[in-house]
């Protein structure tokens, strides 16, 4: 079955970094294009970045672009979110998301993560 | 990019309908067929209930429908059920330097 498994989260310091990684299973990873979606703890939902399933096309949220890097390992089956000069506004639950969209990319996140948390604070 | 505005809370009776509305401009939700709507129960993650306005994923009920006027997407639940009770979030495409957008949410309550 498929399977999204996040990692990576914890407390770490305003200013510092941080990566997280989502190992996928039960299912072709190179075909589906991959989203970071985040919740502030008691907030909503927060679309953060987007990679296409064959790396070739990114995007970012305004709130992050400049200081985080969405990339993927299809060798591995693996995204990453790398996160620099982290602020208190960074902390959320991050998930992963798998795009419905074979081959193409939309908004449309059919299999998500169980999330992991990263808290940024002194 | 500002969020879709959805209203904080709709209740409803076992057994009725209810719809939850969200609201966009002309830049998202009016230009295009990419709008999607999420279910969350506490402590869980989201869950795809309806893609592309309308569509339904395998799996999820028929009691879940969706629809769009202009600037604004609308979630129908029918027969309202007691495990209906959660966070709902639209989505849509902006168009926009950031690509996506969620709603506010919007929690149900099933009385």
């Known amino acids: 079955q498929v399977q999204l498994v996040e990692s990576g989260g914890g407390v770490v310091q305003p200013g510092r970094s941080l990566r997280l990684s989502c190992a996928v299973s039960g299912f072709s990873f190179s075909s589906y294009s991959m989203h970071w979606v985040r919740q502030a703890p008691g907030k909503g939902l927060e679309w953060v970045s987007l990679i296409s399933f064959h790396g070739g096309n990114i995007y970012y949220a305004d709130s992050v672009k400049g200081r985080f890097t969405i990339s993927r390992d299809n060798s591995k089956n693996t995204l990453f979110l790398q996160m620099n000069s982290l602020t208190a506004e960074d902390t959320a639950v991050y998930y992963c998301?798998?795009?419905?969209?074979?081959?193409?990319?939309?908004?449309?996140?059919?299999?998500w993560g169980q999330g992991t948390l990263v808290t940024v604070s002194s | 990019q500002s969020a879709l505005t959805q209203p904080a809370s709709v209740s409803g009776s076992p057994g009725q309908s209810i719809t939850i509305s969200c609201t966009g401009t002309s830049s998202d939700i009016s230009g295009h067929n990419y709008v999607s709507w999420y279910q969350q129960h506490p402590g869980k993650a989201p869950k795809l209930m309806i893609y592309e306005v309308s569509n339904r994923p395998s799996g999820v009920s028929n009691r879940f429908s969706g629809s769009k006027s202009g600037n604004t997407a609308s979630l129908t639940i029918s027969g309202l059920q007691a495990e209906d009770e959660a966070d709902y979030y639209c989505s849509s495409y902006t168009g926009s330097s950031t690509l996506y957008v969620f709603g506010t949410g919007t929690k149900v309550t099933v009385l």
């Open positions: 998301a798998r795009d419905m969209t074979l081959g193409s990319w939309g908004i449309d996140l059919d299999y």
